[in-house]
């Protein structure tokens, strides 16, 4: 793989002068957002919003694995939501991990009670027989006390010795973890979860071509987020994320409002679909191999020639079916506003009734009464009302249109 080039503290304009370590070094700015990177929508998240929202996750694409592997999963209970729950899923029973850990512990019982005990019960027969010599006729429980506490310690050491010895037997006998070794790789492999440092690009086979793509994008070692500067696919992926956001925090889908009008949407599904499409489309790039010369013609450029193209059609579905996530939020605020509106028509109306008002104005005029004054903020509801009820279903309607990938939510 390429070797890395760090900037010299001494040399560079861009680092500070400190007393002492890294402590005190500032973490260089985020780039701006290089435009092979960011995604063809409207937004204006930046490039810290953007680091800041990108998911993480030690889950599995499933559909990336053997069937024979998938089938493994299955049988042994592993949702494979977790990679290190997977590599450490063991087909033994709890008793049996029990003699495991007992049987670890042997490399420090089995010394001290090679030599422990035989000196411990030296001791405590010394001490034996000295109670016996200076107390002639005593009875043969007093001489077994005498030895205490030796000979009790003599006895721990040598019952440890033999449980230990037991336990290596038993967990020697006992199954051991659900995956081997190759297979524990072919779920490293598949796994989702982006890159924070340049040496997790090494299991990669294009790991060359990404880690300069990583070191001209984003300068920084470790940042979580980085890989939504350096690469579209996840960029893409936190600008969903930040959409999912923004939708969360409106009025409207906080309210029963879009379910009693059937236009919300699985948001979670969604994000997590849009999540692990992304990851394979970036992972069938970085598992790309590299020639073994520049002729097109060649099988491997041929095939990675494919492998591009079926990823680039997948990448503008994606998109679209983020931008049809955009869509979706812009939606919302028509309705944020006249929902807001009707919720403060309510208010009004909780605290201040038509009989109120009604008495307010035959205290201002007599007998004469105002019933259209009093009447229009009724009409207003009415209005509001009609207006919210034309935008959900029109919403409705983009939902349910054959060109949309939104899911919606089962009531």
């Known amino acids: 793989?390429?070797?890395?080039?760090?900037?010299?503290?001494?040399?560079?304009?861009?680092?500070?002068?400190?007393?002492?370590?890294?402590?005190?070094?500032?973490?260089?700015?985020?780039?701006?957002?290089?435009?092979?990177?960011?995604?063809?929508?409207?937004?204006?998240?930046?490039?810290?919003?953007?680091?800041?929202?990108?998911?993480?996750?030690?889950?599995?694409?499933?559909?990336?694995?053997?069937?024979?592997?998938?089938?493994?999963?299955?049988?042994?209970?592993?949702?494979?939501?977790?990679?290190?729950?997977?590599?450490?899923?063991?087909?033994?029973?709890?008793?049996?991990?029990?003699?495991?850990?007992?049987?670890?512990?042997?490399?420090?019982?089995?010394?001290?009670?090679?030599?422990?005990?035989?000196?411990?019960?030296?001791?405590?027969?010394?001490?034996?027989?000295?109670?016996?010599?200076?107390?002639?006729?005593?009875?043969?429980?007093?001489?077994?006390?005498?030895?205490?506490?030796?000979?009790?310690?003599?006895?721990?050491?040598?019952?440890?010795?033999?449980?230990?010895?037991?336990?290596?037997?038993?967990?020697?006998?006992?199954?051991?973890?659900?995956?081997?070794?190759?297979?524990?790789?072919?779920?490293?492999?598949?796994?989702?979860?982006?890159?924070?440092?340049?040496?997790?690009?090494?299991?990669?086979?294009?790991?060359?071509?990404?880690?300069?793509?990583?070191?001209?994008?984003?300068?920084?070692?470790?940042h979580p987020g980085g890989a939504a500067l350096v690469w579209r696919e996840p960029h893409l992926v936190a600008v969903a994320t930040l959409l999912g956001r923004d939708i969360r925090s409106s009025p409207a889908w906080n309210s029963e409002l879009l379910d009693i009008h059937r236009v919300r949407i699985d948001l979670e599904r969604t994000l997590d679909d849009i999540y692990i499409r992304a990851h394979r489309i970036w992972r069938a790039r970085a598992n790309l191999v590299p020639p073994p010369n520049k002729d097109p013609a060649d099988v491997v450029a041929r095939r990675n020639a494919e492998i591009t193209d079926a990823a680039g059609d997948a990448w503008n579905t994606l998109v679209a079916l983020v931008g049809q996530l955009q869509d979706y939020r812009k939606s919302l605020t028509p309705v944020d506003v006249i929902f807001a509106e009707i919720r403060a028509l309510h208010q009004s109306s909780l605290r201040i009734t038509d009989d109120a008002v009604r008495q307010l104005h035959v205290d201002a005029a007599g007998n004469s009464l105002h019933t259209g004054a009093v009447g229009a903020a009724t009409v207003e509801l009415a209005d509001l009302n009609a207006n919210l009820a034309a935008r959900l279903s029109t919403l409705r309607q983009s939902l349910t249109a054959t060109t949309n990938s939104l899911v919606l939510r089962a009531p």
Do not use: C
């Not at 340049?198 to 071509?209: F, I, M, S, T, V």
């Open 1 to 222: 793989m390429g070797t890395e080039q760090f900037a010299d503290p001494e040399s560079g304009t861009d680092w500070h002068d400190t007393e002492g370590y890294g402590s005190e070094r500032q973490t260089p700015p985020p780039p701006r957002i290089d435009a092979t990177v960011r995604a063809p929508l409207d937004y204006a998240y930046t490039a810290i919003d953007i680091m800041a929202a990108l998911p993480r996750s030690q889950a599995v694409d499933a559909a990336a694995l053997p069937a024979d592997l998938q089938r493994k999963a299955r049988a042994h209970g592993d949702d494979l939501d977790n990679i290190v729950e997977s590599e450490q899923l063991t087909t033994r029973h709890r008793r049996d991990l029990i003699w495991t850990e007992i049987a670890r512990v042997g490399r420090f019982v089995e010394p001290t009670a090679k030599y422990g005990a035989p000196a411990a019960a030296s001791i405590a027969v010394v001490l034996m027989v000295g109670h016996w010599w200076r107390h002639t006729g005593t009875s043969a429980v007093e001489i077994l006390v005498a030895s205490n506490p030796f000979g009790y310690l003599a006895i721990a050491l040598g019952a440890a010795a033999l449980l230990v010895r037991f336990a290596r037997r038993r967990a020697a006998t006992a199954p051991h973890w659900v995956y081997t070794d190759d297979e524990l790789a072919t779920l490293e492999a598949a796994s989702i979860d982006w890159p924070a440092v340049p040496e997790e690009l090494d299991r990669y086979a294009n790991g060359e071509a990404l880690r300069r793509e990583w070191h001209n994008r984003w300068m920084s070692r470790i």
